[in-house]
């Protein structure tokens, strides 16, 4: 893949950015176009339910977006609201009553739960067929293996970008900063599976500056704003942002920035995504291709191209 057209270079800066954007309204119509193909074989659109737990404004907005999108990419959603009072129980026989639904190919539960609600049981609960999150252990258990099993979005986004910019990822060092579940985990073996050099680094990892200055490929997704500096990075390095964090401006205002210090970075960097605009819409996008994929492999079916070759791994 060399996708020169999407990227932008900004007059005085080294770095040159990739559009996000514009690589997720690509991935959405390949999505599209696959949805399309499907329904016909389906005599039904593939369909994603969202289910969402409380009121955390952020997730509403989540959620709305995936909604929209998945409108748009000619699939039926579902949305399932329930209040932050609802017991576990509750949650839970949701996620049942889904599972046996031969109607939803997707079952996304969107994240965080509110407190008092065991995240993992939840997930845990989703039939791997329809883990189109790919959070469940089955899932990890496949991604680990690098057998055939839908992977977690964001990850997949990251890799799908990386290869934007440059092409062929083997034999690249990633360094991954962050170790959670739904980002740097599934990432660190997301570039792994792409025969990449994986270094996982965390809050605990000695002189990471160091070490992440050491990246051709440097994921950010620690969740602290601005952490990574111009000096963590090798000149000419992909960093990938995936942070989206919002802070407040001296004037009340606020507004989105990711963990990289995208200005100081930009002198540096060989590519960079920007935030907002970069990872955060190729989340939407990978979801869209996942639902896609679990509605062709519950029906027995191959996935579509184009959608096929949207797939990170
Ligand atoms: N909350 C923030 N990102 C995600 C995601 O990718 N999936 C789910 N389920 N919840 C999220």
């Not at 949650?91 to 969107?110: K, S």
Request: aromatic share 2%; net charge neutral; charged share 20%.
């Amino acid at each position: 893949m060399t996708a020169m057209d999407p990227i932008l270079r900004p007059s005085g800066s080294r770095a040159v950015l990739i559009d996000g954007k514009a690589a997720a309204a690509r991935v959405d119509a390949a999505a599209r176009e696959g949805a399309l193909a499907l329904a016909e074989r389906l005599g039904r659109k593939p369909c994603l339910a969202v289910v969402l737990v409380g009121e955390d404004p952020a997730s509403q907005v989540y959620v709305r977006n995936k909604i929209r999108r998945t409108e748009s990419a000619e699939m039926t959603s579902r949305e399932h609201r329930l209040p932050a009072s609802v017991s576990q129980d509750e949650v839970l026989a949701l996620v049942a009553r889904l599972n046996a639904d031969a109607h939803v190919d997707g079952i996304l539960v969107q994240l965080p739960l509110p407190a008092g609600l065991d995240a993992t049981r939840v997930v845990q609960a989703i039939d791997p067929a329809k883990d189109v999150d790919g959070l469940t252990a089955a899932s990890a258990g496949a991604l680990v293996l690098g057998a055939p099993g839908l992977r977690p979005c964001t990850p997949s986004g990251c890799v799908y970008l990386a290869r934007e910019a440059l092409g062929e990822l083997s034999g690249r060092h990633a360094v991954v900063i962050g170790r959670s579940i739904l980002v740097g985990k599934p990432a660190a073996l997301l570039f792994l599976q792409a025969d990449c050099t994986v270094t996982l680094a965390h809050s605990r990892t000695r002189d990471l500056p160091a070490l992440a200055r050491q990246a051709d490929i440097l994921v950010a997704a620690a969740g602290r704003p601005g952490m990574v500096g111009v000096d963590w990075i090798k000149p000419g390095a992909t960093v990938i942002d995936v942070g989206i964090n919002r802070v407040d401006g001296p004037d009340g205002s606020s507004r989105l920035v990711g963990d990289v210090d995208f200005e100081g970075a930009l002198a540096t960097a060989g590519y960079i995504t920007p935030v907002p605009g970069g990872v955060g819409p190729m989340t939407i996008a990978m979801l869209l291709v996942n639902t896609l994929a679990a509605a062709a492999r519950r029906a027995g079916l191959d996935l579509p191209e184009p959608a096929a070759r949207m797939l990170t791994s």
